[in-house]
T-cell receptor, first 113, second 110 residues
Framework: DTAVSQTPKYLVTQMGNDKSIKCEQNLGHDTMYWYKQDSKKFLKIMFSYNNKELIINETVPNRFSPKSPDKAHLNLHINSLELGDSAVYFC????????????FGSGTRLTVV | KQEVTQIPAALSVPEGENLVLNCSFTDSAIYNLQWFRQDPGKGLTSLLLIQSSQREQTSGRLNASLDKSSGRSTLYIAASQPGDSATYLCAVKGADGLTFGKGTHLIIQP
């Protein structure tokens, strides 16, 4: 059983398209996240979401939007894709309680051509 | 705003050596610190989680220490093996979530 699963693993698409990446966790965690890993391998938070609050990193373009149908899912929608959006996107989950660590998915490599 | 720094950025050592990876953070108000491993083209694997009240955690050949007051953590790898080659990431969890360092790229030479 994969704790945090993302689909697809690879996504190649043209500029201007709209795409979604799905994420599901079966750990019973109450908070989910999206991180972006750039070409220099640095991981930066994009969003965190629990059933009460969505926190958006101010540097994230509004073409990116998270959608959470329920506590176990946090999907990432990207509109009007640009070349600079090419990166690896990681989903993660945790509990709001401070003592919990994070569990990450295996990542989605997005390539915009 | 929390900043996490990892030193060195890259390290290459012969197999069998013991080694230490360093992590420092600017804001000591953390809940915990996590060390992850990332293999090329793969996801993040959690290695060790140290709570803010703890001084160290051990798992097999790995030992992580935490000095919260000075904003430092170390990951000690004993008797290194070629399979330990990967990027090691330090991340601290604070009120604003998990903040990562840029990682240490480790190569263990056979």
């Amino acid at each position: 059983d994969t704790a945090v699963s993302q689909t697809p693993k690879y996504l190649v698409t043209q500029m201007g398209n709209d795409k979604s990446i799905k994420c599901e966790q079966n750990l019973g965690h109450d908070t989910m996240y999206w991180y972006k890993q750039d070409s220099k391998k640095f991981l930066k938070i994009m969003f965190s979401y629990n059933n009460k609050e969505l926190i958006i990193n101010e540097t994230v373009p509004n073409r990116f939007s998270p959608k959470s149908p329920d506590k176990a899912h946090l999907n990432l929608h990207i509109n009007s894709l640009e070349l600079g959006d090419s990166a690896v996107y990681f989903c993660a989950s945790s509990r709001t309680e401070g003592s919990y660590g994070y569990t990450f998915g295996s990542g989605t490599r997005l390539t915009v051509v | 705003k929390q900043e996490v720094t990892q030193i060195p950025a890259a390290l290459s050592v012969p197999e069998g050596e013991n080694l230490v990876l360093n992590c420092s953070f600017t804001d000591s108000a953390i809940y915990n610190l996590q060390w992850f491993r990332q293999d090329p083209g793969k996801g993040l694997t959690s290695l060790l989680l140290i709570q803010s009240s703890q001084r160290e955690q051990t798992s097999g050949r790995l030992n992580a220490s935490l000095d919260k007051s000075s904003g430092r953590s170390t990951l000690y790898i004993a008797a290194s093996q070629p399979g330990d080659s990967a990027t090691y990431l330090c991340a601290v969890k604070g009120a604003d979530g998990l903040t990562f360092g840029k990682g240490t790229h480790l190569i263990i030479q056979p």
